[in-house]
């Protein structure tokens, strides 16, 4: 498993370079950040993510900015071709659930030694709001994937590392 800078070498240098660019780009709310600054339990987080998908480098822009706030938050990356592999794994349980899920970005709480599936593909506010305007739901994409809805990915994101549903 990867570290954020072995996780940006996965692909091209050109997904590279904009996984890097839009997470320079990220700026989180100060309460944001204090709520970050101030979890004091650890939690371990494996995030199943390539950087020339554009859903993910989104997802992977915000989730690393907020795991640098605090060493509670350990975070290791694995890629698509990695995630068959039982070595990368702390047991078969792990293994499964990752082979299992299918989609990228996907974030998995690996806290309790297993693998529970957090974020599938998109946040839950957006999967939301595709399901209410379905019409729209390429246009919310487009959005999604432009760091238009970047204040609810912050949101959600939060959820996921304070644990509020």
């Not at 997470?23 to 100060?30: A, I, W």
């Not at 554009?54 to 989730?63: G, N």
Request: proline share 4%.
């Amino acid at each position: 498993m990867a570290h954020f800078y072995e996780y940006v070498e996965f692909n091209s240098d050109e997904d590279r370079e904009n996984q890097l660019e839009v997470y320079v780009e990220v700026t989180l709310e100060p309460e944001t950040e204090e709520k970050l600054k101030a979890i004091g339990v650890q939690g371990d987080w494996l995030v199943m993510a390539e950087p020339h998908c554009p859903d993910c480098v989104e997802v992977v822009a915000y989730f690393q900015r907020m795991a640098k706030l605090n060493p509670n938050i350990k975070v290791e990356y694995i890629s698509c071709k990695e995630a068959q592999e039982a070595k990368q794994f702390k047991n078969d349980e792990q293994l499964q659930a990752v082979i299992s899920e299918q989609k990228i970005p996907t974030i998995f709480d690996v806290s309790s030694g297993k693998a529970e599936v957090v974020l599938s593909e998109f946040p839950q506010f957006l999967k939301d709001k595709i399901e209410e305007q379905p019409e729209q739901s390429d246009q919310l994409i487009a959005d999604f994937r432009m760091g238009k809805l970047g204040k609810g990915v912050e949101k959600a994101l939060l959820g996921v590392l304070t644990k509020v549903k």
